[in-house]
């Protein structure tokens, strides 16, 4: 089975049709002939087996938008229909002269933006979903709309996607989230369920007895055409994930932070076990304690919250934790301390009790935000990281500073080695450092990218090795004495924003700007 996609690239510049192997997800071809976006101004025929285009001709008529959907015959492969902004056009390929026609489909007075397409087995008729919350049958030999439903109530925020099922009838979803069973010339509602986010793809499962549901909030649903329920098989984040941890000693579970939420994820199963809803805010930073009992959390907002694990109920909330948002934290091994770093770039120590939550001490070092914060074993010392070029070891005991690491360039990550006599640090000048802890000295500096910055690191429990990542898109296992890369792993499209080693070292999960988590063995 190959798979086609259309790339967007800058003005001027050739946007390829990229042609795909999907089961062994392998390239087979570029097609290279638009320029900036592959859209639905033209419509252009290609050759496969030539990789070369056969003929083209524009999409839509002058009077009329742009073309939005294509859907091919399932029967003829000289028959294809498009249809877009005012516009409905079945298509028949002349091999002989290599020109395609185009027939105008006669829709009356309705005049629609078409989003989505579906056409029968046999070829007799299209359905056609629109902006407008109906549905269009179209007959496509007399090119004519047949039916157009429902009549009193129309779906709410478009038709967004169309199936049609073995079993018969025809499956809708819409922009609302809500899936709906349809059935009869006027498209009467039989049954109906709802999902989390506007509906984008409705796919047939191979035993016809299931299908899927796409959503644009990064959820996968399974439902059978016999219960019509929805069940979640598979969910992401939809903005970029700021932060990833891993509970103490827990491999299986580990805890992702993004705009809006919290997730839990169980990593036997890839699948996610809790999702923590505060609307209109964006976490930048979490943290679990070290029994376990609670989940601590940085946000935009300037507000630290703290939830449940099992559950998810908030337990408590620092107000006005940070003038400028709480851009990092961390917890003490005893679990009765918070640490946490702002976007002004102060450090706050916050004595947290049963019932009360009291701010012990305020450390004043650092001119930019706070990106990193790192406390050793014994709760003594700690280790923050800013973009002012700044990296600061703290006595936590006095509340003082030791020493003051300063280099020419922002801060985004750190870790300590696990002797703790050692940290490395790495940020936007792409250099990774070893420096002692003792004096603040730097003992070694290795290139860690040749293009970008390093956004996040993590250190294996032996101290053997450590992994990076950042907006190379790269991640990469580094031998820590010799400070070469052992492996690199190639799978992100999006920035890299922050990445950790399981505490089995078993494998590694990344998080990036544009929502992905992936999991390396």
Same mark, same amino acid.
């Given at each position: 089975?190959?798979?086609?996609?259309?790339?967007?690239?800058?003005?001027?510049?050739?946007?390829?049709?990229?042609?795909?192997?999907?089961?062994?997800?392998?390239?087979?071809?570029?097609?290279?002939?638009?320029? @900036?976006? *592959?859209?639905?101004?033209?419509?252009?025929?290609?050759? /496969?087996? =030539? %990789?070369?285009? +056969?003929? #083209?001709?524009?999409?839509?008529?002058?009077?009329?938008?742009?073309?939005?959907?294509?859907?091919?015959?399932?029967?003829?492969?000289?028959?294809?229909?498009?249809?877009?902004?005012?516009?409905?056009?079945?298509?028949?390929?002349?091999?002989?002269?290599?020109?395609?026609?185009?027939?105008?489909?006669?829709?009356?007075?309705?005049?629609?933006?078409?989003?989505?397409?579906?056409?029968?087995?046999?070829?007799?008729?299209?359905?056609?979903?629109?902006?407008?919350?109906?549905?269009?049958?179209?007959?496509?030999?007399?090119?004519?709309?047949?039916?157009?439903?429902?009549?009193?109530?129309?779906?709410?925020?478009?038709?967004?996607?169309?199936?049609?099922?073995?079993?018969?009838?025809?499956?809708?979803?819409?922009?609302? @989230?809500? *899936?709906?069973?349809?059935?009869?010339?006027?498209?009467? /509602?039989? =049954? %109906?369920?709802? +999902?989390? #986010?506007?509906?984008?793809?409705?796919?047939?499962?191979?035993?016809?007895?299931?299908?899927?549901?796409?959503?644009?909030?990064?959820?996968?649903?399974?439902?059978?055409?016999?219960?019509?329920?929805?069940?979640?098989?598979?969910?992401?984040?939809?903005?970029?994930?700021?932060?990833?941890?891993?509970?103490?000693?827990?491999?299986?579970?580990?805890?992702?932070?993004?705009?809006?939420?919290?997730?839990?994820?169980?990593?036997?199963?890839?699948?996610?076990?809790?999702?923590?809803?505060?609307?209109?805010?964006?976490?930048?930073?979490?943290?679990?304690?070290?029994?376990?009992?609670?989940?601590?959390?940085?946000?935009?907002?300037?507000?630290?919250?703290?939830?449940?694990?099992?559950?998810?109920?908030?337990?408590?909330?620092?107000?006005?934790?940070?003038?400028?948002?709480?851009?990092?934290?961390?917890?003490?091994?005893?679990?009765?301390?918070?640490?946490?770093?702002?976007?002004?770039?102060?450090?706050?120590?916050?004595?947290?009790?049963?019932?009360?939550?009291?701010?012990?001490?305020?450390?004043?070092?650092?001119?930019?935000?706070?990106?990193?914060?790192?406390?050793?074993?014994?709760?003594?010392?700690?280790?923050?990281?800013?973009?002012?070029?700044?990296?600061?070891?703290?006595?936590?005991?006095?509340?003082?500073?030791?020493?003051?690491?300063?280099?020419?360039?922002?801060?985004?990550?750190?870790?300590?080695?696990?002797?703790?006599?050692?940290?490395?640090?790495?940020?936007?000048?792409?250099?990774?450092?070893?420096?002692?802890?003792?004096?603040?000295?730097?003992?070694?500096?290795?290139?860690?990218?040749?293009?970008?910055?390093?956004?996040?690191?993590?250190?294996?429990?032996?101290?053997?090795?450590?992994?990076?990542?950042?907006?190379?898109?790269?991640?990469?296992?580094?031998?820590?004495?010799?400070?070469?890369?052992?492996?690199?792993?190639?799978?992100?499209?999006?920035?890299?924003?922050?990445?950790?080693?399981?505490?089995?070292?078993?494998?590694?999960?990344?998080?990036?700007?544009?929502?992905?988590?992936?999991?390396?063995?």
């Amino acid at each position: 089975m190959d798979v086609a996609s259309g790339q967007v690239t800058c003005i001027g510049f050739k946007a390829d049709i990229i042609l795909w192997d999907f089961p062994k997800q392998e390239l087979l071809a570029r097609l290279s002939l638009h320029k @900036g976006k *592959v859209e639905g101004l033209s419509v252009m025929v290609w050759d /496969v087996s =030539k %990789r070369e285009v +056969v003929c #083209g001709s524009p999409a839509s008529p002058r009077s009329a938008g742009n073309a939005n959907v294509v859907m091919c015959s399932s029967c003829r492969d000289e028959m294809f229909v498009t249809a877009g902004n005012f516009t409905i056009r079945v298509w028949e390929l002349d091999t002989a002269t290599k020109k395609i026609h185009p027939s105008e489909c006669y829709a009356g007075q309705l005049r629609r933006i078409t989003v989505c397409v579906q056409m029968t087995d046999d070829d007799d008729d299209f359905y056609l979903g629109t902006t407008s919350g109906d549905v269009l049958k179209v007959n496509t030999s007399s090119k004519v709309v047949t039916a157009c439903g429902p009549q009193q109530k129309k779906f709410s925020m478009g038709v967004t996607a169309l199936l049609l099922p073995k079993t018969g009838g025809l499956i809708v979803g819409t922009g609302e @989230g809500t *899936v709906a069973l349809c059935t009869g010339s006027d498209f009467q /509602v039989k =049954k %109906r369920m709802r +999902v989390e #986010g506007a509906v984008t793809s409705l796919t047939c499962r191979g035993r016809d007895d299931q299908f899927f549901i796409g959503t644009n909030k990064g959820q996968m649903y399974r439902s059978a055409y016999a219960t019509f329920k929805e069940e979640l098989v598979a969910a992401c984040h939809t903005e970029a994930v700021n932060d990833i941890v891993f509970p103490e000693g827990h491999s299986d579970l580990f805890i992702t932070c993004s705009t809006n939420d919290i997730r839990v994820w169980y990593t036997p199963e890839r699948l996610e076990r809790l999702r923590i809803t505060v609307p209109n805010v964006t976490c930048h930073a979490v943290e679990v304690t070290r029994d376990g009992m609670v989940i601590v959390s940085a946000w935009n907002d300037g507000k630290i919250r703290a939830f449940v694990p099992a559950t998810g109920e908030p337990m408590y909330e620092i107000n006005n934790a940070h003038n400028l948002g709480v851009t990092a934290i961390a917890a003490t091994s005893d679990c009765k301390q918070i640490i946490s770093g702002g976007g002004d770039g102060q450090v706050r120590i916050w004595n947290i009790g049963e019932k009360t939550q009291k701010l012990r001490e305020v450390l004043k070092e650092h001119r930019g935000a706070v990106s990193c914060i790192k406390i050793n074993k014994n709760d003594k010392e700690g280790v923050t990281a800013s973009l002012d070029g700044t990296c600061v070891i703290w006595d936590l005991v006095r509340y003082v500073r030791k020493q003051i690491i300063l280099d020419n360039t922002l801060f985004k990550c750190m870790c300590y080695h696990p002797g703790e006599y050692q940290i490395i640090t790495s940020g936007t000048d792409r250099k990774i450092v070893y420096w002692e802890v003792l004096d603040g000295s730097a003992i070694r500096e290795v290139q860690g990218s040749l293009s970008s910055s390093i956004n996040g690191m993590d250190i294996t429990s032996d101290g053997a090795s450590f992994v990076t990542g950042g907006d190379d898109h790269l991640v990469k296992l580094w031998d820590y004495k010799e400070g070469t890369v052992t492996h690199v792993g190639v799978g992100h499209s999006g920035n890299i924003t922050r990445l950790k080693i399981c505490p089995a070292n078993k494998y590694i999960v990344s998080v990036s700007a544009d929502g992905a988590v992936l999991i390396w063995k």
